[in-house]
């Protein structure tokens, strides 16, 4: 289910809004001004947040722009009753996906949501990997194990197993923070810095010869983690 940040101070037309999109089967989350906004933002998890540009406390700009500090991914929708092109220009330069003036078509409003949320769906490029051999390690995700080169076999932990994999589907490649998040732990409560390290620091373990000088499992610092074969 695909959860959506409403952030709207006109209460009848958040709740026209927010009943539409649970229609739909969105589940959403609304915030009636810029600082609950950023208050939910930080405890949850979304994948797409609509902003009107003017709320009480803090603008609908200085919260995109605030959002885009943490999240360069999480598509952003702008609602606003001004047609003025400068707000429109405004709100895309600080990174606004979309923006739609008030009064607006409901069917529109739904279908910007789709296609916005349908382009920004990561799908790894199709790349499926049940599983892997990394030198003389035999890994096998659906089983969520590894068979080292003495036969013994050594079990891993569902967030290992999913973290792993996800590394691995993406070689070569700097995974965001934001898309580990996403997709290793749904929308729990996140896990620090330091507790995505920890794994990284696991995987050396288990998959390093020389830990200490990892070729494989690398962190990218202020930016994500890098699997390389």
Same mark, same amino acid.
């Given at each position: ?24 089967? !969105? ?16 405890q949850e998890r979304f994948d797409l947040? %609509? ?19 943490? @999240? ?10 001004? @047609? ?20 607006? @078509? ?13 382009? &920004? ?18 890994? @096998?995700?659906?089983e969520m194990v590894f068979t080292k ?7 891993? &932990? ?30 729990? %409560? !996140?896990?620090?810095?330091? &507790? ?5 620091? &696991? ?27």
């Amino acid at each position: 289910m695909k959860r959506i940040l409403l952030v709207e101070d006109e209460q009848s037309l958040a709740e026209t809004i927010r009943l539409n999109l649970e229609l739909e089967g !969105y589940k959403v989350q609304h915030a009636a001004d810029g600082k609950k906004a950023l208050k939910a933002f930080h405890q949850e998890r979304f994948d797409l947040a %609509i902003l009107d540009v003017m709320l009480p406390e803090m603008d609908g700009f200085t919260v995109c722009e605030a959002i885009r500090l943490e @999240n360069s991914q999480i598509p952003v929708l702008f609602l606003t009753a001004k @047609n003025s092109s400068n707000d429109r220009v405004t709100g895309l330069k600080l990174g606004a996906d979309d923006y739609l003036t008030k009064p607006f @078509n409901l069917e529109e409003l739904l279908l910007r949501v789709q296609n916005l949320l349908r382009r &920004t769906t990561k799908d790894n490029d199709g790349r499926v990997v049940n599983s892997y051999k990394l030198g003389d390690i035999q890994i @096998n995700f659906s089983e969520m194990v590894f068979t080292k080169p003495d036969a013994t076999s050594v079990n891993l &932990t569902k967030k290992e197993n999913a973290l792993l994999r996800l590394l691995i589907e993406r070689k070569n490649e700097v995974v965001s923070r934001e898309h580990i998040l996403e997709t290793v732990w749904g929308y729990d %409560i !996140y896990p620090s810095t330091r &507790t995505i390290d920890n794994f990284i620091v &696991t995987f050396r373990k288990y998959f390093e010869t020389d830990p200490g000088n990892p070729r494989h499992f690398h962190s990218v610092r202020g930016v994500g983690y890098k699997f390389t074969e």
